[in-house]
């Protein structure tokens, strides 16, 4: 990843820490950090770490991660927000290394849900892909990085002209995190 491509992003919750290499770049993600929002419930966590460049219209986001075997929920995926209680996150989401799930959730006015998808065992990377089109978004996800798969279709109900796109990690329930990002592009 050239550090001039990167010259547009920003950080929401900046991470421990970051080093560029030429596989990509590691970022740690302190332990007990998370994005969920639940009214019902009174659960209110915005402290995990988010990299993004804000976009307007139609959009395709791409990226690829690279990660050891997530264990306690640990998160790297992609995320698009507009506020603390309007956004989607996509990613590997388990609490034991033999029962992996891709999962993504879409949080509307702070209320969150958790769709989830059963993957295999061995994964250590993983590519996303979000297509924004008219005011749908449209997710898909690959584990080779050349056949995606559609996962989901869904809308948010405050949409608004931009919306912050890219990264995110965090480590909710477990010891600090350091994913590689492989890759991040916009078409």
Not at 72 to 99: H, I, T, V, Y
Not at 125 to 142: C, H, I, M, P, T
């Amino acid at each position: 990843m050239l550090l001039d491509q990167l010259r547009d992003f920003e950080w929401l919750n900046e991470p421990k820490e970051v080093n560029f290499h030429d596989g990509g770049m590691s970022i740690l993600a302190l332990n007990h950090t998370d994005f969920w929002q639940n009214k019902a419930r009174n659960v209110h966590k915005d402290d995990g770490h988010f990299f993004f460049a804000r976009k307007t219209g139609n959009f395709i986001l791409t990226l690829h991660w690279k990660f050891l075997p997530i264990q306690n929920f640990q998160q790297c995926g992609l995320m698009l927000r507009f506020d603390e209680q309007n956004w989607m996150k996509a990613s590997l989401m388990f609490d034991n290394p033999d029962n992996p799930k891709l999962g993504s959730c879409v949080c509307n006015g702070g209320f969150t849900d958790w769709a989830l998808m059963p993957v295999s065992k061995n994964l250590s990377e993983l590519w996303l892909r979000v297509k924004r089109q008219n005011g749908d978004y449209l997710l898909f996800a690959s584990f080779d990085g050349i056949s995606f798969g559609q996962i989901r279709l869904f809308n948010f109900l405050n949409e608004d002209v931009e919306i912050k796109a890219g990264a995110y990690l965090c480590a909710p329930n477990s010891d600090d995190f350091e994913p590689v990002l492989c890759k991040l592009d916009f078409d």
